[in-house]
């Protein structure tokens, strides 16, 4: 039991993906599946930084009378992980933007089938 | 200014370009930038291929010494890959101004960013020496590539769009699942220092899921079967100058790093063994093999059937890598730069035609041999060489592909090639039927012979397949390095 | 004789495609298109017969042109059976020339740019597997002769013509890419080496179970020799116009395909070897079945040209029963039968297409009385189909001579039974047009009077009905050059 509770950040880790990717995958709604991808990055965003804590380790900045730091450099890199998972969200939703003003609808169930031709 | 010096340029110059791009106004002078930091790129990558075929180049920036910085190392595999996409692109760009005028009229500064932005990525990926910067680039690269694809004209494009960017973002994720678990395992991102540290812990779970994650991520940006969808629509509806960038350029690379981590990174000798990834490798391949020729010998839209022939083509390359030998990579090698040379010409000729006629449907190329007779023939001859005529570059590629599969003895595999060959001739050949056999109906309007600014590029890289078909001293000789360069000794200095 | 060119080989089998290219942008400009059409044909001509007179002469040219990859290589050599199949289609193509010009004409085909570029790039080909010294040079002149034969194949484009031109072409690639090709490739993996060499490559290299294998592979691989059951692209070729079926599917590219099984025969297996291998009587059924069967199929084909397209079949198993009976004697037969038919089959096509724009006329049935309308072109067929008969004074009976005088020394009593049942066949499928036309009289309401094809068809086939008669007189040196292939005759 300790064991499990000890890992919890990790299972939370777990769970946000499981929930990210379901909704990537079954939802039809476009925004919905924006969502569920921010979250499956999110996921992974929590799994770098937990890596990065060191037990009774502080804050990265150099101070006097503190020997143990955490290590920093996860942080820095999910700085850049957050702005690409920005970046891929705004890109998302300006083009589900554009497809609603394209088609009239975000539900990508029914999309692309009024378009005839030459899909199989 | 020494060549490792001058190399982390090819990646700069196309990036700073896209900032200056983005502001430019006009049709004219968007391209001209594009055109002229494309081909700086390519130049600088041409002069750094032999170098580091000597010797590994490695470049530090800010001077802070690697494993700490961010490297950029480049042996003969990576400069190869380099040379290729920034080739590619520099030949692709004199054929995109008519080409995007007619299908991108508006806002072509943002466009032409977009393609600089995409292709500073694909060079960043390539060049990078550090797992996390390979994430970075590779969604720089994906983000401006959404951004294209959504230009086409057609309303479709932004669906095909929007699936590619929900596909190729859980694949980037996953790769970034992969790198996260190796970096908790070793505490470091550079590649060479991975592969130093990781054969200590490389016996535990969570480096094998690594190796699963980033296997699979790299396979969907790959298009291999079965994580191929996106790839079809999204070639079919980008606007022609994009699909020709793409299938030229972007599979290509992601091969690469599969390749990267693979081989260099975890060894060939442990991700082989502790994964049946030579068996899962060899299955998915030949599955994409036949399943990619099949859909596109029905395909009434050329564009698509190419797209298709695409799943199929990366079945070849990813075939040559199941294989795990000298010949089998080199072959993977050569035919990523072949496939590379005969697809970007197929799609600059559809593009042509589209580009004439107005659509890329296979009753739109009724009787266009007798009056587009140049852009038709060289589609046709183009299409010898995807299906591997001798005299060709695809032939060489698929002589080395048979050659690795006979090695080790696998005749069904010989068999296979050679049947979804005789796939491409139908695919290929339903297209010659239509342009010189058949009458154009009266209905449809008569096009006459595309511009030369069209032609000349086209021409130039069918020149190109008969030429590295013929003359293979330079692939050959390229791709066996590369291939020794990831099998043997890694990424020692 | 020295006033002749001597130029290198790879030159020489430049010069039909330099004349392709030319013709091609001659375009639609018929006069120029014309002389372009002659004089490479000429040309080419002059150049073959300058190698011949070198050749003769004891000079032995052999060339690379350039390795594409370590041991891969463009390169040629001239060697007896090469020179004589090179010799043949010059001098077949320079009376072809007239003739396809005044049929295309006379008929009002179109697209005649192309047409012509694609006859030239044929021939082009053929010398450049005349000439191969290794197999994968032999392979890319291969391909190269069945990709472009099928514009010509397909040329008047209706459905029926692109139905034929896909048999066509499916089976002559399936075949090669799928069969010729992997053999080729185990050759190169067993021995290092694609090079034809005097006793063969494939000696004690393999196994003689996987030389078994081999054989199978080449011989139905080479799809242009037309073994049954991959002989079905030969009748479907016939929708192509008449001169297409003369020069090509009765010389040019049937020719190529069983000069490439001699070749195979000769310089990868080597006789001594080939007699060796199970198959090889296997193969040797196979063909004298085939020889057999089409003749019966022959008969029962009122269609003129269908009839000599399966009469074609038949005879190019002659040729492979020659090289599957593996002895010397045999050999040179089948040699010297792939120059006595080319002539005389390409006379019987030549009078089919002559009979057609003159008459109309397809059907055996239909031609009671024209010889009368017709005399030149009927005798001119009479000489041809002895020719192919083999009977005197015709070159035909030279060949199915050795033919004959081989299986003997071979020890095939029930081949030599088959080559003489055959020939009654030939009869019994050959004449009956013959004496329809000069025996019957006309029907009635026909108009009669003299009526020949116009003068540059009547010609050619005068000519190469000559040739047939001039061949009976010269078989000698045939057989002396041929005898070159296994050194000094004896």
Same mark, same amino acid.
């Given at each position: 039991?300790?064991?499990?509770?000890?890992?919890?950040?990790?299972?939370?880790?777990?769970?946000?993906?499981?929930?990210?990717?379901?909704?990537?995958?079954?939802?039809g709604?476009?925004?919905k599946?924006?969502?569920?991808?921010?979250?499956?990055? *999110?996921? =992974?965003?929590?799994?770098?930084i937990?890596?990065?804590?060191?037990?009774? !380790? /502080?804050?990265?900045?150099?101070?006097? #009378?503190?020997?143990?730091?955490?290590?920093?450099?996860?942080?820095v890199?999910?700085?850049t992980?957050?702005?690409?998972?920005?970046?891929? *969200?705004? =890109?998302?939703?300006?083009?589900?933007?554009?497809?609603?003003e394209?088609? !009239? /609808?975000?539900?990508?169930?029914?999309l #692309?089938?009024?378009?005839?031709?030459?899909?199989? | 200014?020494?060549?490792?010096?001058?190399?982390?340029f090819?990646?700069?110059?196309?990036?700073?370009?896209?900032?200056?791009?983005?502001?430019?106004?006009?049709?004219?002078?968007?391209?001209?930038?594009?055109?002229?930091?494309?081909?700086?790129?390519?130049?600088?990558?041409?002069?750094?291929?032999?170098?580091?075929?000597?010797?590994?180049?490695?470049?530090?920036?800010?001077?802070?010494?690697p494993?700490i910085?961010?490297?950029?190392?480049?042996?003969?595999?990576n400069?190869?890959?380099?040379?290729?996409?920034?080739?590619?692109?520099?030949?692709?760009?004199?054929?995109?101004?008519?080409?995007?005028?007619?299908?991108?009229?508006?806002?072509?500064?943002?466009?032409?960013?977009?393609?600089?932005?995409?292709?500073?990525?694909l060079?960043?990926?390539?060049l990078?020496?550090?797992?996390?910067?390979?994430?970075?680039f590779?969604?720089?690269?994906?983000?401006?590539?959404?951004?294209?694809?959504?230009?086409?004209?057609?309303?479709?494009?932004?669906?095909?769009?929007?699936?590619?960017?929900?596909?190729?973002?859980?694949?980037?994720?996953?790769?970034?699942?992969?790198?996260?678990?190796l970096?908790?395992?070793?505490?470091?991102?550079?590649?060479?220092?991975?592969?130093?540290?990781?054969?200590?812990?490389?016996?535990?779970?969570?480096?094998?899921?690594?190796?699963?994650?980033?296997i699979?991520g790299?396979?969907?940006?790959l298009?291999m079967?079965?994580?191929?969808?996106?790839?079809?629509n999204?070639?079919?509806?980008?606007?022609s100058?994009?699909?020709?960038?793409?299938?030229?350029?972007?599979?290509?690379?992601a091969?690469?790093?599969?390749?990267?981590?693979v081989?260099?990174?975890?060894?060939?000798?442990?991700?082989?063994?502790?994964?049946?990834?030579?068996?899962v490798?060899?299955?998915?391949?030949?599955?994409?093999?036949?399943?990619?020729?099949?859909?596109?010998?029905?395909?009434?839209?050329?564009?698509?059937?190419?797209?298709?022939?695409?799943?199929?083509?990366?079945?070849?390359?990813?075939?040559?890598?199941?294989?795990?030998?000298?010949?089998?990579?080199?072959?993977?090698?050569?035919?990523?730069?072949?496939h590379?040379?005969?697809?970007?010409?197929l799609?600059?000729?559809?593009?042509?035609v589209?580009?004439?006629?107005?659509?890329g449907?296979?009753?739109?190329?009724?009787?266009?041999?007798?009056t587009?007779?140049?852009?038709?023939?060289?589609?046709?001859?183009?299409?010898?060489?995807?299906?591997?005529v001798p005299?060709?570059?695809?032939?060489?590629?698929?002589?080395?592909?048979?050659?690795?599969?006979?090695?080790?003895?696998?005749?069904?595999?010989v068999?296979?090639i050679?049947?979804?060959?005789?796939?491409?001739i139908?695919?290929i050949?339903r297209?010659?039927?239509?342009?010189w056999?058949?009458?154009?109906?009266?209905?449809?309007?008569?096009?006459?012979?595309?511009?030369?600014?069209?032609?000349?590029?086209?021409?130039?890289?069918?020149?190109?397949?008969?030429?590295?078909?013929?003359?293979t001293r330079?692939?050959?000789?390229?791709?066996?390095?590369?291939?020794?360069?990831?099998?043997?000794?890694?990424?020692?200095? | 004789?020295?006033?002749?060119?001597?130029?290198?080989?790879?030159?020489?089998?430049?010069?039909?495609?330099?004349?392709?290219?030319l013709?091609?942008?001659?375009?639609t400009h018929?006069?120029?298109?014309?002389g372009?059409?002659?004089s490479?044909?000429?040309?080419?001509?002059?150049?073959?017969m300058?190698?011949?007179v070198?050749?003769?002469?004891?000079?032995?040219?052999?060339?690379?042109?350039?390795?594409?990859?370590?041991?891969?290589?463009?390169?040629?050599?001239?060697?007896?059976?090469?020179?004589?199949?090179?010799?043949m289609?010059?001098?077949?193509?320079?009376?072809?020339?007239?003739?396809?010009?005044?049929y295309?004409?006379?008929?009002g085909?179109?697209?005649?740019g192309?047409?012509?570029?694609?006859?030239?790039?044929?021939?082009?080909?053929?010398?450049?597997?005349?000439?191969?010294?290794?197999?994968?040079?032999?392979?890319?002149?291969?391909?190269?002769?069945?990709?472009?034969?099928?514009?010509?194949?397909?040329?008047t484009?209706?459905?029926?013509?692109?139905?034929?031109?896909?048999?066509?072409?499916?089976?002559?690639?399936?075949?090669?890419?799928?069969?010729?090709?992997?053999?080729?490739?185990?050759?190169?993996?067993?021995?290092?080496?694609?090079?034809?060499?005097?006793?063969?490559?494939?000696?004690?290299?393999v196994s003689?179970?996987?030389?078994?294998?081999?054989?199978?592979?080449?011989?139905?691989g080479?799809?242009?020799?037309?073994?049954?059951?991959?002989?079905?692209?030969?009748?479907?070729?016939?929708?192509a116009?008449?001169?297409?079926?003369?020069?090509?599917?009765?010389?040019?590219?049937?020719?190529?395909?069983?000069?490439?099984?001699l070749?195979?025969?000769?310089?990868?297996?080597?006789?001594?070897?080939?007699?060796?291998?199970?198959?090889?009587?296997?193969?040797?059924?196979?063909?004298?079945?085939?020889?057999?069967?089409?003749?019966l199929?022959?008969?029962r084909?009122?269609?003129?040209?269908?009839?000599?397209?399966?009469?074609?079949?038949?005879?190019?198993s002659?040729?492979?029963?020659?090289?599957?009976?593996?002895?010397?004697?045999?050999?040179?037969?089948?040699?010297?039968?792939?120059?006595?038919?080319?002539?005389?089959?390409?006379?019987?096509?030549?009078?089919?297409?002559a009979?057609?724009?003159?008459?109309?006329?397809?059907?055996?049935?239909?031609?009671?009385?024209?010889?009368?309308?017709?005399?030149?072109?009927?005798?001119?067929?009479?000489?041809?189909?002895?020719?192919?008969?083999?009977?005197?004074?015709?070159?035909?009976?030279?060949?199915?001579?050795?033919?004959?005088?081989?299986?003997?020394?071979?020890?095939?009593?029930?081949?030599?039974?088959?080559?003489?049942?055959?020939?009654?066949?030939?009869?019994?499928?050959?004449?009956?047009?013959?004496a329809?036309?000069?025996?019957?009289?006309?029907?009635?309401?026909?108009?009669s009077g003299?009526?020949?094809?116009?003068w540059?068809?009547?010609?050619?086939?005068?000519?190469?009905?000559?040739?047939?008669?001039?061949?009976?007189?010269?078989?000698?040196s045939?057989?002396?050059?041929l005898?070159?292939?296994?050194?000094?005759?004896?």
């Amino acid at each position: 039991m300790m064991t499990v509770l000890s890992f919890f950040n990790y299972w939370i880790v777990v769970v946000l993906m499981m929930i990210g990717f379901y909704c990537v995958i079954a939802r039809g709604n476009m925004v919905k599946k924006v969502m569920g991808l921010n979250l499956f990055q *999110t996921s =992974v965003f929590i799994l770098f930084i937990s890596a990065g804590k060191i037990v009774g !380790g /502080s804050t990265p900045i150099v101070r006097e #009378g503190v020997e143990l730091y955490s290590n920093p450099l996860p942080h820095v890199l999910i700085l850049t992980a957050i702005v690409v998972g920005v970046a891929t *969200t705004a =890109v998302g939703l300006a083009l589900t933007v554009r497809i609603n003003e394209a088609y !009239g /609808s975000i539900e990508d169930d029914h999309l #692309g089938d009024e378009d005839d031709g030459d899909e199989q | 200014m020494t060549i490792t010096e001058l190399m982390p340029f090819s990646v700069l110059v196309p990036l700073i370009a896209s900032l200056v791009c983005a502001l430019l106004p006009g049709r004219f002078w968007p391209w001209a930038v594009t055109l002229v930091a494309t081909i700086t790129s390519a130049v600088i990558a041409a002069i750094t291929l032999p170098a580091a075929a000597q010797v590994t180049l490695s470049y530090a920036f800010g001077n802070w010494p690697p494993p700490i910085g961010i490297e950029y190392r480049v042996d003969a595999a990576n400069a190869f890959v380099a040379l290729l996409v920034a080739g590619m692109a520099a030949v692709a760009l004199p054929w995109a101004k008519k080409s995007v005028d007619r299908e991108v009229p508006e806002r072509q500064g943002a466009f032409y960013a977009l393609f600089l932005l995409a292709l500073s990525g694909l060079l960043g990926i390539t060049l990078s020496g550090d797992a996390f910067n390979i994430f970075v680039f590779l969604e720089i690269s994906s983000l401006a590539t959404y951004g294209l694809i959504a230009h086409g004209s057609d309303r479709r494009a932004l669906l095909a769009s929007f699936r590619y960017l929900i596909m190729g973002t859980v694949g980037a994720t996953f790769l970034l699942i992969g790198i996260g678990f190796l970096y908790v395992m070793t505490g470091t991102l550079n590649l060479a220092d991975l592969a130093e540290r990781l054969p200590e812990v490389r016996d535990t779970s969570t480096v094998r899921a690594a190796l699963a994650f980033i296997i699979v991520g790299m396979g969907l940006k790959l298009a291999m079967l079965p994580l191929h969808l996106w790839l079809p629509n999204a070639y079919t509806y980008a606007p022609s100058f994009v699909t020709v960038f793409l299938a030229g350029t972007a599979t290509k690379v992601a091969l690469y790093v599969m390749l990267r981590f693979v081989f260099t990174v975890f060894a060939p000798d442990w991700s082989f063994v502790v994964l049946p990834l030579s068996t899962v490798l060899m299955i998915l391949a030949v599955a994409g093999m036949f399943a990619g020729s099949w859909v596109a010998m029905f395909q009434p839209n050329i564009k698509r059937m190419l797209a298709y022939s695409s799943v199929a083509q990366v079945g070849y390359m990813v075939l040559g890598v199941s294989l795990v030998s000298i010949v089998g990579l080199t072959a993977a090698f050569l035919h990523l730069f072949n496939h590379a040379l005969m697809k970007t010409a197929l799609f600059m000729a559809v593009g042509t035609v589209i580009y004439q006629v107005g659509s890329g449907h296979l009753k739109d190329f009724r009787g266009l041999g007798r009056t587009m007779p140049w852009t038709l023939t060289a589609f046709a001859l183009a299409g010898l060489s995807i299906i591997g005529v001798p005299l060709t570059a695809g032939f060489v590629s698929k002589w080395y592909l048979i050659q690795a599969a006979l090695d080790q003895g696998q005749w069904f595999l010989v068999v296979l090639i050679l049947i979804t060959s005789l796939m491409a001739i139908v695919y290929i050949w339903r297209v010659i039927e239509a342009a010189w056999f058949q009458e154009r109906p009266g209905n449809q309007p008569a096009a006459g012979e595309a511009p030369l600014a069209l032609l000349i590029p086209t021409w130039v890289l069918v020149a190109l397949n008969f030429y590295f078909g013929i003359d293979t001293r330079l692939t050959v000789g390229g791709a066996t390095a590369a291939a020794e360069a990831l099998l043997g000794g890694g990424m020692a200095p | 004789m020295s006033t002749l060119p001597q130029l290198n080989l790879f030159t020489v089998v430049l010069i039909p495609f330099i004349g392709a290219a030319l013709i091609a942008l001659a375009g639609t400009h018929r006069a120029l298109r014309e002389g372009l059409s002659w004089s490479s044909s000429i040309v080419f001509f002059l150049a073959v017969m300058g190698l011949l007179v070198a050749f003769l002469d004891g000079d032995s040219a052999s060339q690379t042109v350039w390795e594409i990859m370590p041991g891969l290589a463009i390169a040629f050599r001239l060697e007896p059976l090469g020179m004589l199949f090179a010799a043949m289609s010059s001098t077949l193509w320079v009376l072809a020339t007239p003739y396809a010009i005044g049929y295309m004409n006379a008929k009002g085909y179109s697209n005649l740019g192309r047409f012509f570029a694609c006859y030239a790039i044929a021939l082009g080909a053929a010398a450049g597997i005349a000439f191969a010294d290794n197999l994968f040079t032999l392979f890319v002149f291969y391909e190269i002769l069945s990709v472009s034969t099928y514009p010509l194949v397909a040329h008047t484009g209706d459905n029926k013509a692109k139905q034929g031109a896909r048999t066509y072409l499916a089976l002559l690639l399936a075949t090669s890419i799928g069969l010729m090709l992997p053999a080729m490739i185990w050759v190169w993996t067993a021995t290092g080496t694609l090079d034809f060499a005097d006793g063969g490559i494939l000696a004690g290299q393999v196994s003689p179970a996987a030389g078994a294998v081999l054989l199978v592979l080449f011989m139905y691989g080479t799809g242009k020799a037309a073994l049954m059951p991959f002989h079905r692209w030969l009748p479907a070729a016939m929708v192509a116009p008449t001169p297409v079926s003369a020069l090509l599917h009765a010389v040019a590219v049937v020719k190529a395909g069983v000069f490439v099984v001699l070749k195979i025969a000769i310089y990868v297996f080597g006789l001594d070897y080939l007699r060796e291998l199970a198959t090889s009587d296997v193969m040797l059924y196979i063909a004298a079945f085939t020889m057999l069967a089409a003749s019966l199929v022959a008969i029962r084909q009122d269609n003129l040209k269908a009839r000599l397209a399966y009469s074609t079949v038949s005879q190019l198993s002659y040729i492979v029963v020659g090289a599957m009976l593996a002895v010397q004697l045999s050999a040179i037969g089948g040699g010297m039968h792939m120059l006595m038919h080319g002539f005389g089959k390409i006379t019987l096509f030549f009078c089919a297409g002559a009979i057609y724009v003159a008459s109309g006329k397809t059907k055996v049935s239909e031609f009671d009385g024209l010889g009368r309308r017709m005399p030149v072109t009927f005798f001119a067929f009479f000489i041809g189909a002895l020719c192919v008969i083999g009977l005197p004074p015709t070159g035909g009976i030279w060949s199915k001579w050795h033919l004959v005088a081989g299986a003997f020394d071979a020890g095939h009593t029930a081949i030599m039974l088959a080559f003489m049942l055959s020939t009654l066949l030939n009869i019994g499928y050959l004449l009956p047009p013959v004496a329809r036309a000069f025996l019957r009289p006309l029907p009635e309401g026909e108009r009669s009077g003299f009526n020949e094809a116009p003068w540059m068809c009547v010609i050619p086939l005068a000519l190469t009905a000559l040739g047939t008669l001039v061949l009976f007189a010269m078989a000698q040196s045939a057989f002396d050059l041929l005898g070159g292939m296994f050194g000094p005759v004896a």
